[in-house]
């Protein structure tokens, strides 16, 4: 270590721009020719010279000096619940510098998922992130936004929402952000259970509201869309309005499906068929949704209401043509029952009835008999192969058919 008394003393202004240089000679061997001495001084190093000044900040913030990759963006994600760190997770593992903060304290998962997070909002929108991610519940978005310090960002910052509903968060963001901020409204059609293995094939739904026309804004645009596309996901760019008249028949009838499956407490069977493992895959992922995301997506969604309606109008008549059905059956067995009882007073009636039915009967079955024989010798030159008659030859018994066709046996 070299030792001058010089070096404690102001340097000139021309000195201190040879630090700044990018050169590498300079940052090599640096030579300080302070005006009272007239020794110069050589520092000399195997590296290069890195100086950093910053000032310093508590323990609980980022560090302001980024060393991010160029590519990178630097997001802030407000709300970080479940869907929050989900999304997280794979911001972090592109390389992504992000930073978080909910209502409640999260700061111990934060931090083993290389989160920074920040307890105040005002400290986050100090850090003046590149993207604003709102991953607020439905029901709280708009009190949430109205309360962050939107003056301590910079005046072009992105605010992108997740929400399920997007009519409703489109009015919302334009109605409470300056005219200067950028925003996207999206809407990642998957969440932690669905998603589980991979993004791949998954849809992500998307509007551009507003972009400005700087292109440094408009790659900040598409350097957040591309996250999702180096995930695999299917980039659906549609408007909000669109987006939630297909939403109120798909995500909320899923939602209402699987609220009401999960409210019956189905189980799994030893002899589970195809349709009932997708039932209780629906039940599963629906079922881990809190039930602020489901009020959401009916509160805010302007179809959401018809749907409710249709789906009771729905059950009425299935259940009515059901009940209508059995009344048919109990009405003729109470008729039957009625024509017996009348019977009884007339026996003679009654035994030549009985003895004309039965010898129609046994005629009948002589002549099905006859017929059956006669079509099953015709068809049958294999005594390894079945003979197989299948009473009922609707939907179900012609698809039984083919098989057994196809199998070589006489059907």
């Given amino acids: 270590?070299?030792?001058?008394?010089?070096?404690?003393?102001?340097?000139?202004?021309?000195?201190?721009?040879?630090?700044?240089?990018?050169?590498?000679?300079?940052?090599?061997?640096?030579?300080?020719?302070?005006?009272?001495?007239?020794?110069?001084?050589?520092?000399?190093?195997?590296?290069?010279?890195?100086?950093?000044?910053?000032?310093?900040?508590?323990a609980s913030e980022p560090d302001p000096c980024d060393t991010r990759p160029v590519s990178s963006l630097k997001i802030a994600i407000i709300g970080f619940g479940n869907y929050g760190q989900f999304l997280a997770k794979t911001l972090v593992s592109q390389g992504h510098k992000v930073l978080a903060h909910s209502r409640s304290d999260y700061s111990h998962i934060a931090k083993k998922m290389g989160v920074f997070f920040l307890k105040n909002p005002d400290d986050l929108c100090e850090q003046h992130p590149e993207v604003i991610l709102l991953c607020t519940s439905i029901i709280s978005t708009e009190l949430v936004l109205k309360t962050l310090p939107l003056q301590r960002l910079k005046r072009s910052?992105?605010?992108?929402?997740?929400?399920?509903?997007?009519?409703?968060?489109?009015?919302?963001l334009l109605d409470v952000l300056p005219a200067d901020f950028d925003i996207i409204c999206s809407h990642p059609m998957f969440g932690p259970q669905s998603a589980r293995q991979s993004w791949r094939d998954l849809l992500f739904v998307y509007e551009k509201v507003r972009i400005g026309n700087e292109s440094s804004r408009v790659q900040r645009c598409e350097q957040f869309l591309e996250i999702f596309r180096n995930e695999g996901c299917k980039m659906v760019e549609m408007s909000c309005q669109e987006h939630d008249k297909f939403a109120a028949g798909s995500q909320f009838m899923t939602h209402t499906v699987g609220r009401v499956l999960d409210m019956l407490g189905l189980e799994s069977t030893p002899i589970n068929t195809k349709g009932y493992e997708a039932l209780l895959d629906l039940v599963e992922n629906t079922s881990g949704d809190s039930f602020d995301l489901y009020y959401g997506l009916f509160l805010y969604n302007k179809s959401a209401l018809e749907m409710v309606e249709r789906l009771d109008l729905a059950f009425d008549a299935l259940r009515n043509e059901l009940f209508g059905r059995l009344h048919q059956i109990v009405r003729k067995q109470l008729f039957e029952k009625g024509q017996k009882v009348k019977s009884l007073h007339d026996g003679s009636y009654q035994n030549d009835a009985a003895s004309t039915l039965s010898s129609n009967a046994l005629r009948s079955q002589d002549i099905i008999a006859y017929e059956f024989k006669g079509k099953i010798s015709e068809s049958v030159d294999d005594s390894s192969k079945l003979k197989i008659a299948i009473v009922g030859f609707g939907n179900f018994g012609q698809f039984l058919a083919n098989t057994m066709a196809r199998q070589g046996h006489s059907v």
Wanted: positive net charge.
């Fill in 1 to 58: 270590m070299i030792y001058d008394p010089s070096l404690h003393r102001s340097l000139p202004k021309h000195s201190l721009s040879l630090l700044s240089s990018p050169s590498p000679p300079l940052l090599q061997s640096l030579s300080f020719l302070p005006k009272t001495s007239t020794k110069p001084i050589f520092v000399h190093s195997a590296k290069p010279l890195c100086i950093k000044c910053c000032f310093t900040t508590p």
């Fill in 157 to 172: 910052t992105l605010f992108i929402d997740v929400l399920s509903v997007k009519e409703f968060a489109r009015n919302l």
